[in-house]
């Protein structure tokens, strides 16, 4: 896929030729923060020191006020984008009358030493073929472009400082400052190269020039830590290249520190192009995190599984006592509990999709689902990883204790809507999930466990589920108990092996949700206007549930539309194979970028189809 340089496109209204679409953007981090790449250079999202911090670029939200850093050819060229093979190291090259160049875009990957808050970014230019002139703007706007900052210019180095923090900027090349951002404007020849290092200083980190000779050390070094992850990946598969990609994103969606994983690394990009269904996804979905447990398993990474279970017991989650039970649907990175969510009216938003938030006030919903997907991984730790202690296994007692007290009410339900409490089956299908596997376990290891009263409300919710979540007027399992609306998340009913994938009942429900919720391979989670969530306007198909729907269909044995509709959804994804949450009625990709919960789907869909065609 080609781009022009310098041509900032994007459809829809407010400033489109201000803002690249979202899809037109690779990702970079350092396990502890991420950065936006654009296919034009510039580096439009980026919170320092970690993802959840204020952004210190934002240009994706408010291409005025949010602070960019641009880096690109200065005559007309074309670009591609890829990453080096097998890492997260990504390379943006430009195409000229002149020559050609590429952009080295990459954060080292350090321990918990000092060097690990430096939070090092670098972007190293080389002219590969012939001449290139290259202009470089440098633009923080620190705070979410709310905070006022100063520079200081001397040589190669620039220090820009806000209350909040300060970045020093090194460079191979002079700079020139104005007061507020520092330009540079170069010419290379073939086989030349300059290097820019961004850095966050304070505290006991200095700014320390980043010359050629160290670049290209911590260039290889950070592609032999990628290459070496990568290498304990167990999946030989048809889709190697789209699964490996997918695994190399959801370990850049982790947080070292604390082995949290973040749902994905932005706030904000709109599910709807100047619509209000724009939200925070820099935290810990317990749902995201514990799906994603499950995919990095089946994939081999048993320590990313192992970092997930040591957050949960280290910070307490699964001991917790709330208004909503012992789990909240969402954590920090830290495992901080108070999300208070907040509107940035200072920026327009994506293509004028506003309000911009931070923060999530989805935080104390009830959201029952959540304890399934949670001891499912569990469960699966249990058996492909390491045996739980007693410890974390007399947490997992308590839980399904409590979920057996409180399985039988309305919640917000997996999609977090925001027009009321129902009686959503997803959410009790995941209700029995959790009891079901907590058995399971119980049973082959001999762990002490109330089996009689988990067993009586296992049978409870299933019997429910058969008997009022099933409509016999759509001959489909519904939305929510003795409801007519379909819903994509019953996708999960033969995943979870709480049906037969051939049931006759499983089967009628595959096909009513074909022919209301799917479109070209694309599906929609429900229609809103037969199931108002509260909001204003409509949202796209959700990739998720694309995915889930060719599982679905691979477990009916139904290949042929499987790998029909596998292969379209790969389409879709980006000229990087990345994917956003939702995908727009032509073809373009929205919502939070990119999302893991996506690419986790994906990695089981074909996982499971390749396996399907033996």
């Known amino acids: 896929m080609e781009f022009e340089a310098g041509s900032r496109g994007g459809g829809g209204g407010g400033g489109g030729a201000r803002y690249l679409p979202i899809a037109e953007h690779g990702l970079i981090g350092d396990l502890r923060t991420a950065a936006l790449v654009g296919t034009d250079g510039t580096i439009d999202w980026y919170c320092c020191p970690r993802f959840d911090a204020p952004s210190v670029f934002g240009s994706i939200l408010d291409a005025e006020r949010g602070g960019s850093f641009e880096l690109a050819a200065d005559v007309p060229a074309r670009t591609r984008q890829f990453y080096f093979p097998d890492t997260n190291v990504l390379i943006t090259r430009f195409y000229a009358a002149d020559g050609v160049a590429e952009i080295q875009d990459f954060m080292p990957v350090v321990d918990e030493s000092r060097e690990a808050s430096r939070h090092r970014l670098i972007r190293r230019v080389v002219c590969v073929r012939g001449t290139l002139p290259f202009a470089a703007r440098i633009a923080p706007r620190f705070g979410y472009g709310a905070e006022p900052h100063t520079v200081r210019v001397r040589a190669g180095e620039a220090v820009f400082e806000a209350p909040s923090m300060a970045l020093a900027l090194t460079s191979t090349v002079p700079l020139e400052g104005d007061g507020r951002d520092v330009r540079s404007h170069f010419k290379?020849?073939?086989?030349e190269s300059v290097v820019f290092a961004l850095d966050r200083i304070g505290e006991d980190v200095r700014p320390r020039a980043c010359p050629h000779a160290e670049a290209e050390a911590q260039f290889e070094a950070t592609v032999r830590f990628w290459c070496d992850w990568l290498s304990h990946s167990r999946y030989r598969g048809r889709w190697r290249e789209m699964v490996l990609r997918s695994a190399l994103l959801?370990?850049?969606?982790?947080?070292?520190p604390t082995g949290a994983i973040v749902a994905a690394p932005t706030t904000s990009l709109p599910e709807r192009i100047g619509g209000e269904?724009?939200?925070?996804?820099?935290?810990?979905w317990v749902r995201d995190a514990a799906f994603c447990v499950y995919a990095m398993l089946r994939l081999g990474f048993t320590s990313e599984a192992e970092a997930f279970m040591a957050f949960l017991s280290e910070r307490g989650i699964m001991r917790g006592a709330g208004p909503s039970g012992p789990l909240q649907i969402m954590y920090g990175i830290d495992g901080r509990k108070d999300l208070p969510?907040?509107?940035?009216?200072?920026?327009?938003?994506?293509?004028g999709s506003a309000p911009v938030r931070v923060g999530n006030g989805a935080t104390h919903q009830l959201q029952l689902d959540i304890y399934g997907a949670l001891i499912d991984s569990v469960y699966l730790y249990d058996k492909w990883g390491q045996p739980i202690s007693s410890d974390h296994w007399d947490e997992v007692g308590a839980v399904v204790d409590w979920l057996c007290d409180h399985w039988d009410q309305p919640d917000e339900g997996i999609w977090e809507t925001r027009g009321g409490r129902r009686d959503f089956v997803y959410s009790?299908?995941?209700?029995?999930?959790?009891?079901?596997?907590?058995?399971?376990?119980?049973n082959r290891r001999g762990l002490p466990a109330d089996l009689g009263r988990w067993l009586r409300n296992r049978d409870a919710i299933?019997?429910?589920?058969?008997?009022?979540?099933?409509?016999?007027?759509?001959?489909?399992?519904?939305?929510?108990?003795?409801?007519?609306?379909?819903d994509a998340s019953v996708l999960m009913m033969?995943?979870?092996?709480?049906?037969?994938?051939?049931?006759?009942?499983?089967?009628?429900?595959?096909?009513?949700?074909?022919?209301?919720?799917?479109?070209?391979?694309?599906?929609?989670?429900?229609?809103?206007?037969?199931s108002p969530d509260g909001l204003h306007g409509t949202e796209g198909t959700f990739s998720i549930c694309s995915f889930w729907y060719v599982e679905a269909l691979t477990r009916a044995g139904r290949l042929e539309e499987a790998r029909l509709a596998f292969e379209k959804m790969l389409t879709y994804?980006?000229?990087?194979?990345?994917?956003?949450?939702?995908?727009?009625?032509?073809?373009?990709?929205?919502?939070?970028?990119?999302?893991?919960f996506t690419h986790l789907s994906l990695i089981s869909a074909a996982f499971n189809l390749d396996r399907a065609l033996g």
Request: glycine content about 8%; proline content about 4%.
């Open 573 to 596: 994804g980006n000229h990087l194979g990345l994917y956003a949450e939702e995908i727009g009625r032509t073809g373009e990709q929205l919502g939070n970028f990119p999302q893991a």
């Open 250 to 256: 959801l370990k850049l969606l982790t947080y070292a």
């Open 428 to 442: 009790r299908l995941m209700c029995w999930v959790a009891i079901e596997r907590a058995i399971r376990m119980a």
């Open 494 to 530: 033969p995943m979870a092996k709480f049906v037969s994938p051939t049931d006759p009942k499983w089967l009628a429900t595959l096909d009513a949700l074909t022919r209301d919720l799917v479109s070209d391979s694309l599906v929609y989670r429900y229609d809103p206007a037969a």
């Open 277 to 284: 269904r724009n939200w925070d996804y820099r935290y810990v």
């Open 188 to 191: 290379l020849l073939e086989g």
């Open 341 to 351: 969510e907040s509107e940035l009216d200072h920026l327009e938003g994506h293509l």
């Open 462 to 486: 299933y019997r429910q589920i058969m008997r009022e979540g099933w409509s016999a007027e759509r001959g489909a399992f519904v939305q929510s108990l003795g409801a007519d609306v379909l």
